[in-house]
């Protein structure tokens, strides 16, 4: 009998109480392998390099914004992202989604459902909240030039800068930025950039 490999796992800074649950949580589980937490948002980059976790959970608070969500999947594909955060809008967590996070959790999340969210991460699956699905967005399809639109669209770009940036005419980026729009449920540029909650 094959015996499989345990998940491995790294915890970002989090508050304290919810950081001890999260640690109990993943040590409680045999088929999870805690080999970081309390990461400092600043050494995540390091550690996801040198120690490759399967899945890091990071907390929504640490992010500059849902970019940095593409950054780290880009930086370090081998590993999955889960954001916990107080609250999330519909847009914000598509974003995320779309950026390459696989899942997006309020930290009122039961534990059962984090653990599930782990182990779907650690297979290639991405979890997205229920509300996305009775709003049929379409989060999970942008292309990689949308992507790309997308990432200057939230630095507050114009679209002439955006357009010179990527070397497409401004239509181009206004098609894109309306696509991105109806894929992530907003109707704005300014709902779209909007600071959360």
Known sequence: MQISASVTVAIGDFEDLLARGLSGLIED?????????DVKHGDLP????????NVAIVDRRALRSPIEVRELRVDHPATRLVVLADELSISECAQMLAFGAAACLTKATQARDVLNSIHLASRGMQLAPRELGRRSVDYGVLTARESDVLAQLQRRRANAQIAADLHISVETVRTHARNIYRKLGVASRRELVAPPG
């Not at 390091?46 to 976790?53: G, I, V």
């Open 29 to 37: 589980d045999p088929s999870l392998t805690l080999i970081a937490s």
């Open 46 to 53: 390091k550690l996801l390099r040198s120690r490759r976790p």
